[in-house]
């Protein structure tokens, strides 16, 4: 992290603005040490020099990271070598590794994006913990968080599953999810600012491109240009109904008989509830042991406090939820529940 930070140049009216919302929201303070998760594609690029920009407003401590999943062979190494060069010309340090994403997707049996995700966030952590970062910036916009959304619907999401990605979770922080594709590339064009270009970007095998580049510009073709703007309102509406619901749960699980002690609860405080909230406690009850909470399960949970004591259903390979006496118990097959 660059010990001396530069001195105030004045800002263009787009990172005034840009300052002014990452102050109003809270998303960063004075003093934060921030590590920049940088690709070296536009929306990356864009973020860094903002930060960079707002840095000695802030007195910010800044550095970025970039992964080099060796997916694209000389194309993957070239961005790596364009963020190290872009970070050393504004004086900011930058951390790099390379993953076999590949060999760990093959031997994990997940898809190269989530693959690549998980060894992503959980790098990222490492050097937070190592470092002394205390905040996480990712470069996601507008159109990033529309992506979701639809994506997210097509996958059989909740009405919560629209809230889309949130503007911070924890030490994660978004501060240009406000802001479009178009926004972040005019203000690159505007600071003669280069960038990489991804080609797998292009390609319509990944159902987040398909959605990016035939699904949004069709509906915008029929229904206008407000689509992403409409979108993002609905997002936000459904992030405020989620921190509404996730206050409620929280007071829920504070009762007699719903506190999911002993990885159980009361059959009969569970019956008093509405099936809403007995599926949001069941939700963070699957969470503790590692479970998706898919729509599925979360049903059949439900559906077993109609039943009769005595019935059970499997959760997972190694977890079933049993209704005996009169609790309702999850219990592990072995002792390889994640604590």
């Known amino acids: 992290m660059n010990p001396r930070p530069p001195l105030k ?42 930060l960079r920009a707002v840095q000695p407003y802030l007195k910010l401590s800044l550095a970025a990271a970039h992964c080099n999943f060796q997916l694209r062979g000389k194309e993957s190494d070239d961005d790596e070598a364009f963020c190290q060069a872009l970070c050393q010309s504004l004086g900011i340090e930058c951390f790099a590794k390379k993953f076999d994403a590949a060999l760990v997707a093959a031997r994990e049996k997940t898809s190269i994006e ?5 060894l992503r966030y959980r790098w990222f952590a490492e050097l937070m ?15 990033d968080n529309a992506e979701t959304i639809l994506f997210n619907l097509f996958r059989g999401a909740s009405l919560l599953g629209l809230a889309g990605i949130p503007e911070r979770r924890g030490d994660i922080i978004r501060p240009a999810l406000h802001l479009t594709r178009e926004d972040l590339r005019n203000y690159l064009a505007e600071t003669n600012s280069p960038f990489r270009d991804d080609s797998s970007n292009a390609s319509l095998d990944f159902d987040r491109n398909f959605i990016r580049l035939r699904v ?34 929280e007071k829920l699980s504070r009762r007699k008989g719903l506190s999911f002690k002993n990885d159980s609860f009361d059959v009969a405080a569970l019956k008093r509830l509405t099936a809403f909230e007995q599926k949001e406690l069941f939700k963070r009850a699957l969470a503790k042991f590692g479970i998706e909470p898919s729509a599925q399960a979360l049903s059949r949970l439900a559906g077993l406090l ?26 592990a097959k072995d002792s390889s529940r994640p604590t």
Do not use: Y
């Not at 206008?224 to 206050?247: D, H, I, P, Y």
């Open 9 to 50: 140049a004045r800002l263009t009216p787009f990172e005034k603005r840009f300052l002014e919302r990452c102050k109003t929201r809270g998303l960063i303070e004075k003093g934060d040490r921030v590590l920049i998760a940088l690709s070296g594609g536009s929306d990356s690029v864009a973020l860094l020099k903002l």
């Open 114 to 118: 989530e693959t690549a995700r998980n």
């Open 129 to 143: 913990r190592e470092r002394g970062f205390n905040k996480l910036a990712t470069a996601h916009q507008r159109n």
């Open 216 to 249: 949004i510009p069709l509906i915008e073709e029929r229904f206008g240009s407000k689509f992403l703007q409409n979108l993002s309102r609905l997002s936000e509406n459904a992030a405020e109904l989620q921190a509404f619901v996730e206050s409620h749960i």
């Open 306 to 331: 109609n039943a009769q004591s005595g019935r059970k259903i499997a959760l997972s390979a190694r977890v079933e939820a049993v209704w005996k006496k009169d609790r309702l118990m999850f219990v």
